[in-house]
């Protein structure tokens, strides 16, 4: 990865300067890029990949109220006013999405959610859900029965009518579409390296510096350490299959097929599983996901096995399925984090913690930032939320992760400095990685399309040895679940750059993480992390609206 800090004149027709740059489109970012836009101001959205391309477009495609046992764990550790907040952001971030849907030409469906039971050891789980449902002003009926012949396990449920379901890839290229007709300029292939807060805010990238007065962070987990939202909100993946039924009809149809359900379904015990149908793609598809773990601490191909064994139980003729992965922070206090970075100077949003709800949350936070930056008054449910207390529970649960953190480092390092030589170590079979060392160096060696490769397995972050993801070939770190493919190259997490050469040095390959978060306390509201090793990213590509005026 390359920089400079020149303008950035090599992108033609597109402006080194707006009212507003995004970073990320996401869910957050074209949301909040399109009421910017809606409201007049020139907006850029800078993104490394295509919108979509991660949590938002590889999810489940569920905009639900109902989800899970979210509402009632909220309420466990906060007010009801904050529960009914929470639920009031939401719904506004689904009518939201509802209007988008319909301005982009992006189809939806309504449907009935339910978080159910499993057996009777999970029907507390599901009368507390209900209960904090009802609290929060939703309409949400407790039921022994559902609507669909559904073959797996059902104890009983909380229900709520009215939920979205859609295809999250079809929405993300919709919104794009929306808020490049409406004249904003969208920049795919180009990463963010650093943010200056100053005025102009100075967002420096691999294809030069570009200025705004206001910049949106939305990379799922911020991008700057200011904050340390990175330890307050914890990578979390999951595993996501796709089968296709061969006596499935249309969803909804009465050739649907038994067991096809209409309805969206998240179990509040485990194992968690979380259950819909849909047309994507011109085909009728069953969607199971599950498998949730802490990014970088599990066997992922154990887990995606387990999936397909539960599913071709309860639906035995169900065909070779597709899978995927997405990855979500958790907030550390249940409710997601919304607002102005720290020594941002009050020039730089974020937003952050969604717990696998981004398709509405998202929305929510989208709402409350683009309502700061136009000076609007914000939303009574956003006011509550921002001004939510930290609780000792909180803390308590900041120390339990900031220990399981602490263990999982040191257990990187030890084993790293345990392995093999690399000279030694046997080359993967395909679709395999490990871990191996040349001295002090820990090195991960993997094979992926018969290509091995050998790339430094120290996160540029802040230094964990990373783990090899056999289910979806990537090096994962299990200290903050930043993630990168077989050769090296960034995909996700807080770490900006890509991994550095196999033959660093260790204490090279430690400054540099180092330098990546320290920058940031060189002085009040810089944060400019290093670019490190790597190959060479994608030149960057512009989608311009028909005018950047507002």
Not at 91 to 114: P, S
Not at 127 to 152: H, I, K, N, S, Y
Not at 259 to 267: C, K, Q, R
Not at 455 to 472: D, I, K, Q
């Amino acid at each position: 990865m390359t920089t400079t800090d020149a303008p950035a004149a090599a992108l033609p027709g597109v402006p080194d300067h707006a009212d507003v740059i995004v970073v990320g489109a996401g869910i957050t970012g074209l949301s909040t890029a399109i009421m910017l836009r809606d409201a007049g101001r020139r907006v850029i959205v800078l993104e490394q990949d295509v919108p979509g391309a991660l949590a938002s477009g590889r999810n489940t495609g569920k905009a639900s109220l109902l989800q899970g046992t979210r509402l009632s764990t909220i309420r466990r550790h906060h007010p009801a006013a904050l529960v009914r907040a929470y639920a009031q952001a939401n719904r506004a971030g689904q009518d939201w999405l509802r209007r988008a849907c319909e301005r982009a030409g992006v189809g939806f469906r309504e449907a009935t959610a339910y978080s159910y039971a499993q057996s009777v050891d999970g029907l507390d789980a599901v009368d507390a859900e209900v209960r904090a449902g009802r609290e929060a002003g939703l309409p949400v009926r407790r039921v022994r029965d559902v609507a669909d012949d559904v073959p797996f396990p059902l104890a009983g449920a909380a229900a709520l009518d009215g939920q979205l379901a859609l295809d999250p890839a079809e929405l993300m290229r919709g919104l794009a579409e929306l808020f490049v007709a409406s004249g904003g300029d969208l920049v795919t292939g180009i990463r963010v390296l650093g943010v200056r807060a100053t005025d102009p805010v100075r967002v420096r990238t691999s294809a030069g510096v570009f200025t705004a007065g206001s910049v949106v962070i939305a990379t799922g987990t911020p991008i700057l350490d200011r904050g340390l939202y990175w330890a307050k909100a914890s990578g979390v993946r999951s595993m996501l299959v796709s089968f296709e039924l061969p006596s499935a009809g249309p969803v909804g149809s009465p050739g649907a097929g038994t067991g096809l359900p209409d309805g969206l379904y998240l179990s509040v015990d485990d194992p968690s599983r979380s259950i819909r149908s849909a047309d994507w793609g011109g085909r009728t598809r069953l969607i199971i996901g599950g498998g949730d773990h802490p990014t970088g601490r599990a066997d992922t191909a154990e887990l995606l096995d387990e999936i397909l064994d539960w599913t071709r139980a309860w639906w035995p003729d169900a065909g070779d399925p597709d899978h995927w992965a997405a990855q979500d922070y958790h907030s550390l206090n249940t409710v997601p984090f919304v607002g102005r970075m720290p020594r941002g100077r009050g020039r730089v949003w974020f937003g952050t913690g969604y717990g696998k709800w981004g398709l509405t949350n998202g929305v929510a936070a989208g709402i409350r930032i683009s309502h700061e930056i136009l000076g609007a008054r914000r939303p009574d449910w956003a006011r509550t939320i921002g001004t939510r207390l930290t609780r000792p529970a909180d803390l308590a649960n900041g120390a339990v992760a900031g220990i399981r953190t602490g263990v999982a480092a040191v257990q990187g390092w030890v084993g790293a400095l345990r392995s093999p030589e690399a000279e030694i170590a046997p080359t993967p079979p395909e679709g395999a990685g490990g871990i191996a060392r040349r001295g002090l160096r820990p090195v991960g060696i993997s094979t992926v399309g018969g290509d091995t490769c050998e790339v430094s397995a120290v996160c540029p972050h802040l230094g964990g040895v990373l783990n090899w993801n056999a289910a979806e070939s990537t090096w994962d770190c299990p200290l903050h679940a930043s993630r990168f493919d077989h050769r090296g190259r960034r995909i996700e997490g807080p770490a900006v750059a890509d991994l550095a050469r196999a033959d660093a040095a260790p204490l090279e390959v430690l400054l540099r993480a180092a330098r990546s978060s320290a920058t940031a306390e060189r002085d009040a509201g810089v944060e400019e992390p290093a670019a490190v090793g790597g190959e060479a990213a994608p030149g960057p590509a512009a989608t311009r609206g028909a005018t950047t005026s507002g």
